[in-house]
Nanobody
Framework: QVQLVESGGGLVQAGGSLRLSCAAS????????MGWFRQAPGKEREFVAA????????YYAASVKGRFTISRDNAKNTVYLQMNSLKPGDTAVYYC???????????????WGKGTLVTVSS
């Protein structure tokens, strides 16, 4: 089993930045694709970004491309989401997820964290 714990959420003004972290435990996720998803109030959960096992491939939702950067440190079993130029529309609970597949091709994820709240004020 893999446990994922997100951190780094909080309140930030529009235009600001936040860095989310996702620490994995239970087993190494170095061979897993990892992703970030978010769910805004009253909306369905949506894909934000994903990264392949080696970090060589990254994928972004159109709404965050150019503003968000996903990265990973396999030695630390941790994945990050750097969020810049934040907008009120980015307000959501952000979830970290892991897939036993080594690359992300839109498949369902196998493990989920409990989420961290990001609030962007205007």
């Amino acid at each position: 089993q893999v446990q994922l714990v997100e951190s780094g959420g909080g309140l930030v003004q529009a235009g600001g930045s936040l860095r989310l972290s996702c620490a994995a435990s239970g087993r190494t996720v170095s061979s897993y694709a990892m992703g970030w998803f978010r769910q805004a109030p009253g909306k369905e959960r949506e894909f934000v970004a994903a990264i392949s096992w080696s970090g060589g491939f990254t994928y972004y939702a159109a709404s965050v491309k150019g503003r968000f950067t996903i990265s990973r440190d396999n030695a630390k079993n941790t994945v990050y989401l750097q969020m810049n130029s934040l907008k009120p529309g980015d307000t959501a609970v952000y979830y970290c997820a892991a897939s036993i597949n080594s690359v992300y091709i839109g498949q369902g994820m196998d493990y989920w964290g409990k989420g961290t709240l990001v609030t962007v004020s205007s």
